[in-house]
């Protein structure tokens, strides 16, 4: 969890409209998965995130960082916590469990 946190961090050091706080935000989603996390803090960061993706994409659609597979895998994240959260909602999980993937 110490790494989640040390991104968090550093996501909030960069404007909500630059490319390294949403990609950052990501990596905090990352860690958060392989700590096991509860479903609802990860999805907090996905709410951040998904937020923070059309400011950056004003300024930062193209870059290096873009070419590099930024997209995809804020993407990937972000589809991953609306998977969860569809189970949630059909009762199949609950935001107290931890992040099953």
């Known amino acids: 969890m110490n790494g989640a946190k040390a991104y968090l961090r550093a996501a909030d050091t960069y404007p909500e409209d630059d ?6 935000l990501s990596c905090t989603m990352d860690c958060m998965r392989c700590a096991g996390v509860s479903i609802g803090d990860f999805n907090s960061v996905a709410v951040a995130l998904r937020a923070a993706v059309p400011k ?6 193209f870059s ?24 949630v909602a ?7 469990d931890p992040v099953p993937f």
């Open 56 to 61: 950056m994409m004003k300024i930062w659609a």
């Open 19 to 24: 490319e390294l706080h949403a990609f950052y």
């Open 90 to 96: 059909e009762g199949k999980l609950t935001v107290e």
């Open 64 to 87: 290096i960082m873009q070419r590099g597979g930024r997209d995809e895998k804020i993407q990937a994240n972000l589809r991953s916590a609306d998977e969860m959260m569809k189970l």
